[in-house]
Each structure stands twice: as C-alpha cells, then as structure tokens.
C-alpha cells in the first residue's frame, strides 16, 4: 500500500449503484436515488437506488425461492466451502480498492480500512468456508432399537441489518457464516455506507454464489428495514447497531412471524487502570487508541476510563499527551492517524455530549472542538473530559465518537460497581499485574469480551457478545454458526 496507489483510487469517479437482488445490479422499481455524502469533504460521491418496500419484498421472493429449490441449501458443505474460499481470494486480490471504496463513503483511517475491513472481511469468509465442512451433526446415546440422530439444519432466509462505522467486516461477520450454512440471506447495509457491501455481492456472484442467495437493498432502516424485519418470509433477523433499532426489530419479530433476533446494540466500555498495571506508559498508549482510533466510532471503544487515585493526574496527563499527538487529517492521507466523523450528524452530536459533559460538570482536559472545517468534511479534536461522575450521561449514555469519560476510583470494589454501573455490557479493559486481581476483575464486570493488558486485538477465534442492553447473540468464531442452524432431530425405531 502506498500513497500513490491510493491517490489513484480515490480518484476514480464512483458510478451510481443499483440494489443487487437475484444476481445482478437492478434499479429500484419506483426509480428513486439517494446522494451519497463523503465525511472526507461534505461533497456528494455518488448516489445509490433508494429503496421501496416493493425492492425489499422482490428480494425476500428470490431469497426464498434460492432456498427452496436448494441450489445453495442442498450444496454439499465442500462445494460451498469451495466458492466462500474462492470469495476469499477475489477480495483479498481488491483489498486495496475495496478499502479506499469504503474510506470514501464512511470517513475510517485508510491505514485501519485495509486490515478491519478489506483483510478482516477476506479472513471471515475464509475463516467459514474452512469450517463448514468440519460441522457434524450427532448421534444420540439410545437404546438399541432407537436411533436418534440430530442434525443440523439451515434455518432458511437470513434478514441482516449492519452499521456505517465498519460495514465490510461486521457485514462478513454475519453474511459468511449464513452462507457457509446453507441459508439465503438479504442484507440491509446503513443507508450512509452502502458501497463496499454492493461490491461484496458483485464478488460474491463471480466467486460462484447462486443467483439470489445473496441480495443486498439499499435506502432507508424505517422503509426497506422495516419491510425486512416485518416480513413472514424471513427466518431470522441479525443486526448491529443503535439500542432503539435493536427494540423496533424486537416489535417487528412479535408482529409478525416470531422470528428470532440476534442484536448486538453497543457499549459504554469501562477501560480501568490499576496502580500496578505492568506497564504504565504502555497502558496509556494503548488505551488512547482504545477510544481515538476510527475517531471513537467502535462499539468496544473504551469510552470509560477508570483510573485508580493515587496515578489519576499523572495518567491522565499522559493520555492528553497522546490525544495532542494524534494526527488527524483525510483518512485517504496514509500519515493521518484519525480520520473524520462518519457525518455532520454524528459530529454534531459529539459536540452537544461536549457541551453537556461540562454542564454536569465535568472539566474539558483535551480537545472538544471541530477541526479542518475548511475541507468541507467532518473532524473533531480527540476529547478528554476528566471528573466524570458514574451518573453523569457522559459516562451513561453512548457517544460513538472522539470523547473520552475520565473517573478515579479507589479500590477494586468501587471499580467493579462502576464499570457495571451502566446498562451496557459489551467490552472492558483492566490493566494489572496482580493474577488474582486480574481474575477477580473478569469474574466481576458483566461484559461479553474482557481484555487484560491490553484493549483491542482480538480475533476470530473468540466470539463478540454482549449482555444487558449490548444484545444477544455472538458473531465471530464457531460459536457465531449457531444462530444460523436450526437443530433438527430424527428419531428412528429400528
């Protein structure tokens, strides 16, 4: 990857885009178009189809009828091991492309773009389409005029809502699973961050995916989403994003076919530093990128950072320093370390949590300002609030953006009671190097994923989950392939 190879791509105009419905790109029947915003300038980049209802629900037949007939269902899992490989191979080969594409249409770092996206997208359909044919059903412990056998079943049309921050890895996380078990699926990216998924399917199908597996309609969550969540045809409902869709597609499953709902709806990460941590000034540049990096739009971001009292000032002058330091420019620019917030909107709404933060009374140590308006894009200053209360909605509510919550604590009870003092539990961070506590912290935050030592990293070989309003459910690693199968037992009398 270098500048000049990237300078290229971005300078390629974007053609106008379809929906991708039973194989090939197709217009929204009403004809509508939706302009598609860059965070990098504020200018439009291109447009895609602005989807009705009657797209949503042309997808949904052509899912089902793939289903039905078995040209993807009834595949043996090696064959459709072959093609999820094949897929593999065609995105890591546009990985450079595909990742400028996206940098484009949502704002993310370029430098973070190839390995959470393109990369990160590449080894989950790899990471799948090696497991599938290692999935065996079970034979059942009966008596000897009794065979019970238990299979695994796929669970028929897969209805998938992803976010704007990483489309093309959280998209992967739930399409390559889907596929690998033998479902069709519809997927319904953000409205602000549709193109690299629109690529995905055009791969999808060159890769030897079947006509109408594999669908993807683009236009509004409380239009095509709506119609997606609400329709009698689709089996299951996968989604990451916002707390208040996740309960919507909830209404949306009772109102219609009881379908199940897997969601995975966000975080107010406790990141909690111990005055034992093994190595301070590591764990202050690690937790800075904890909440900074992709300008704080991670799910897991470590959005709290509890430190313990007697390090308090000296730490957190040392995560300003870091803050200071980070360079934030164009993300297509590969000396920018940040990149832009993913919209007016959302930068807007990370300057109101500013504002409101030092209301409660909290005190601005860093940032909190909008910068490089003069580009026409989106940036703000890495932001570091310090007297944080646990109540203050700072450190309740979810930001998704640049601004850190700082809180001292005293001892490890007290970090417990407020790291699980929100209604969040996705990620934490605890950084010590007593074994005992270490274990203690784990066993004590409610959280899906715990890291220790560090904030980040993890890959797919452990599952992503939340509990409290995070969700249900879990992408990555084998245990993602659950949701994905219905278990179907034969009981045979001999």
Known sequence: MDQTSIDALRALPVSPRGHFIDGQSVPAIEGGMRDVISPIDGQVLTQIAEGSPADMERAITSARAAFEDGRWSRMAPAARKKVLLKLADL?????????VLGVRDNGTEINMAIKAESM????????????????????????????GLVHHAPVGVVGAIVPWNFPLMIGSWKIAPALAAGNSIVLKPAESASLSLLRIAELASEAG?????????????????????????VDIMVFTGSGATGRRLLEYSARSNLKRCYLELGGKSPNIIFNDAPDLAHAAQVSAGGIFRNSGQVCVAGSRLLVQEDIHDDFVAEICKHAEAFRVG????????????????????????????????????????????????????????????????????????????VTPFKDEAEAIQIANSTVYGLSAGVWTSNLGRAHRMVAGIRSGIIHVNT???????????GVGQSGNGHDKSLHAMDKYFDLKTAWIQL
């Open 91 to 99: 995105i890591e080969a546009q990985a450079l492309e595909l990742a």
């Open 120 to 147: 990160s997208a590449a080894a989950t359909f790899r990471y799948y389409g090696e497991a599938i044919d290692k999935v065996y059903g079970q034979i059942a412990p009966t008596a000897e005029n009794v065979l």
């Open 209 to 233: 995916v079947p006509d109408g597996v594999f669908n993807v309609v683009t236009g509004k969550g409380s239009v095509v989403g709506e119609t997606l969540a609400l329709s009698m045809d």
């Open 330 to 405: 164009n993300p297509l620019d590969l000396n920018s370390q940040i990149g832009a917030v993913h919209s007016l909107d959302e930068l807007e709404a990370n300057l109101d949590f500013v504002t409101k933060a030092g209301a409660e009374g909290a005190s601005r140590l860093s940032g909190g300002n909008r910068i490089l308006s003069e580009t026409g894009g989106y940036y703000m200053q890495p932001t570091v609030m310090g007297g944080v209360k646990p109540t203050d909605t700072l450190a309740q509510q979810e930001v998704f953006g640049p601004v850190l919550a």
């Open 455 to 465: 904030y980040g990293g993890s890959d797919l070989t452990v599952p992503l989950g």
